[in-house]
């Protein structure tokens, strides 16, 4: 099963190496990972996706939280947030018609067009994984040039919040 | 006032209680050893190898329970305390390393001696530093100190870039000891501690599994407690050794690969598993899945990653064991398992610790006469290997701290700088390190260190010629094809210490033993003991790897 953990860090350097390290040698997978800052001075937030039973999920949980630069660690149900992940997709255009047949595609995904030249045009999408796949899979046969896609990241719905609590 | 980076170390060390240090100059830590050799009021003990230094730390952390302080230069030096580092992590000893570093604008630039210590060292330190402003440099120590002694304790390494050893700024201790993103659990959930009594009472074969969690948290009091209170069979690992009295009834002696097979059998066929510090280990447990199949099993632990890791349990408690049990022993009520209690005795007496004590200069024997000569009371500390194991079975302990010996980690070369810590710690106490043969030359370098330390210990040396553990492997598991396991070229080992200035004596017999145990321990210097034992001893009780803890070796 997938799972997506929340882990808000203190912001300084070597901190990714100390997760993916811990990742790395307790043998847990990461599908993705996504970093940003936070609303909080000196707090990052990564988004990671791991693929476990609830058995794993729990160890990585503790092992995370045992990191001293970690500062929380929550995990994200799906059933009860928004997750989000964007791509950038770059797709050959060998015609006109080609062409207005891939905007087709880009209006029924509500994706936008960012740059476009007479050979090449360069497509944003974000959405849930499952619909980034759709639109990577359906652009597939046009002849995917290039494609960027961030990780997901997600944020509980209402009024939970994972932000700093005095520890 | 303004003080260099390096003079801020030094009061630094001054503020937290630091005694002494263990260590070797070189190039990127000169700074440090010049404030150290002028304001210094600790002392400075140079080791011969880095490894050296910090498992003398180790071991003085360990016999005296504050944490031990390493100091090494930056490359190579760093690089050789990673085992050390590796050895305390697992068996969650405090000790804070200071390493030397290129100057700020050199790192990154594969720099003379320079090495990435802090990412080297990250799976192996319960938290590492690289202090790149001075100004940062008091509260980093100050968290370092912290983070190293409380919770599960554990190392932690500080590197320091030469120019920041040699930045001035102002000096100012911070007081506070709350950090972001560390946080302790102590008492334990009431509701849990309540449980586990019930459970407690309810029990009809009880056994307490206790662990070093006992020894960090000084609970070693509140432990006897329980067991008295509603007489439990105690079993230790072999990192709790010495918190319950193996003298006493009540107590199983050592469980899991090379422990007692009725401690053993205990665990496997109790009702209920009392685990206390301790974190239910391969060598404990055995084949995992029948370890404990008939028991419930209440786990109490600091580190709540510990709970549920390797086996599923029933009433999880985390938090300070020593607190803990203090809760637990009021809720628990007074009895007596009379049946369990009677199982108990009667595996005890018809499955001891035996061997065959013939004419030969068993190890067995040596270990039971230096527990005789000593009365119990000595520190025993131990490299790693059959002589280890011998050490655990046949010393009969009965106060924590007293068995100093590398358990996660299994390090070879760990007794002799351990010893030198634990000698440091305890001046007062007798000192015996236990080493085979080839773990002593592993840090064999450190015998002049324990004579410029004018250090009274006394070195028994299980000569057998062999990497003797893994030749009992060899010769149970592989066929006895005994590959590189010959110490061929060992050198005449009485004469190695005369050369360094100390006294060596040899015993290739029991006659000869007891007069040289009783010189050794009544010299006021390092002295060793050359003991020529059968080649081809075997530690046993022994599980099997993979086999449970109630298939052993050795018991008929």
């Known amino acids: ?167 | 006032m303004k003080l260099s980076g390096a003079e801020i170390v030094v009061e630094c060390l001054k503020k937290e209680g630091v005694k002494v240090v263990f260590g070797i100059p070189g190039g990127a830590i000169m700074p440090l050893y010049d404030a150290m050799y002028r304001k210094a009021s600790f002392d400075n003990i140079l080791t011969k190898h880095e490894q050296g230094a910090i498992h003398a730390a180790d071991g003085y952390a360990r016999v005296t329970g504050k944490v031990g302080v390493c100091i090494a230069t930056s490359g190579p030096g760093a690089t050789n305390l990673v085992t050390g580092l590796a050895n305390a992590h697992l068996d969650s000893i405090p000790i804070v390393a200071f390493t030397g570093q290129v100057s700020t604008n050199l790192i990154g630039t594969d720099g003379f001696q320079e090495v990435d210590i802090s990412g080297i060292s990250i799976p192996v330190t319960k938290n590492n530093y690289i202090v790149v402003d001075v100004k940062d440099l008091a509260s980093t120590i100050k968290e370092a100190f912290h983070i190293a002694r409380t919770g599960r304790p554990g190392p932690v390494l500080i590197d320091l870039p030469k120019d920041v050893q040699l930045a001035h700024t102002d000096f100012d201790y911070p007081k506070k000891d709350r950090f972001l993103g560390y946080q302790l659990p102590v008492k334990g959930n009431d509701k849990q501690i309540k449980n586990a009594a019930i459970e407690i009472d309810k029990a009809k074969k009880p056994v307490i599994y206790a662990g070093g969690g006992i020894i960090t948290s000084g609970a070693s009091k509140e432990l006897k407690e329980l067991a008295f209170k509603a007489n439990i069979p105690v079993t230790t690992t072999l990192m709790g050794l010495g918190v319950f009295p193996e003298n006493h009834s009540l107590s199983l002696g050592m469980l899991g690969m090379h422990g007692t097979f009725y401690a053993n059998s205990a665990v496997s066929n109790a009702d209920l598993i009392i685990a206390l510090g301790t974190r239910f280990d391969d060598r404990v447990t055995g084949k995992l899945a029948e370890f404990g199949l008939h028991a419930k099993i209440i786990h109490i632990d600091i580190d709540p990653a510990e709970i549920g890791k390797n086996v599923l349990v029933d009433i999880p408690i985390v938090g300070d064991v020593k607190k803990i049990l203090q809760k637990l022993n009021e809720y628990v009520h007074e009895k007596t398992e009379k049946e369990w209690l009677k199982t108990v005795k009667e595996l005890k007496e018809k499955y001891p610790l035996k061997y065959v004590n013939n004419e030969e200069l068993k190890p067995q024997y040596i270990i039971e006469k230096i527990n005789e000569i000593t009365q119990g009371k000595a520190i025993i500390v131990t490299s790693v290997g059959q002589h280890q194991m011998w050490a655990a079975q046949y010393y009969q302990y009965t106060q924590p701290r007293t068995f100093i010996s590398s358990g996660g980690l299994g390090t070879m070369g760990y007794g002799l700088p351990a010893a030198i810590g634990a000698k440091v710690g305890s001046p007062k106490k007798s000192v015996v390190c236990i080493s085979g043969d080839g773990s002593f030359q592993m840090n064999i370098q450190e015998i002049a260190t324990a004579l410029k330390e004018n250090l009274a210990i006394t070195l028994i040396l299980m000569n057998n010629g062999y990497l003797g553990m893994v030749r009992q492997w060899q010769e149970l598991f592989f066929d006895r094809r005994y590959a590189k396991t010959t110490l061929n070229g060992n050198p005449d080992f009485v004469k190695l210490v005369e050369a360094y200035g100390g006294t060596g004596i040899r015993v290739s017999n029991k006659k000869e033993l007891n007069p040289a145990l009783k010189k050794a321990l009544s010299s006021n210097s390092f002295v060793l003991i050359d003991c020529i034992i059968p080649k081809e001893e075997n530690v046993f009780p022994m599980v099997a790897p993979g086999s449970p803890i109630t298939k052993m070796l050795g018991v008929d």
């Open chain 1, 1 to 167: 099963m997938r799972h997506t953990i929340a882990v808000l860090v203190k912001d300084h350097p070597g901190v990714l190496t100390r997760v993916a390290s811990l990742f790395n040698r307790r043998g847990f997978n990461i599908e993705s990972l996504a970093v940003g800052h936070t609303s909080e001075a000196e707090i990052s937030r990564m988004t990671i996706v791991v693929e476990g039973d609830e058995r794993v999920l729990e160890q990585i949980t503790k092992q995370l939280n045992k990191l001293i630069d970690t500062v929380r660690v929550k995990d994200i149900r799906p059933y009860n947030s928004v997750e989000r992940e964007l791509a950038l997709i770059k797709v050959k255009t060998a015609s006109l018609v080609i062409r207005s047949e891939i905007m087709q595609t880009v209006d029924i995904f509500r994706a936008k067009v960012v740059d476009v030249n007479s050979k090449i045009i360069t497509i944003e999408t974000t959405g849930t994984e499952d619909k980034v796949n759709a639109l990577v899979e359906l652009l597939r046969p046009f002849g995917l040039e290039e494609v960027v896609r961030t990780g997901k990241i997600a944020i509980s719905r209402g009024v939970n919040t994972v932000r700093l609590s005095k520890k």
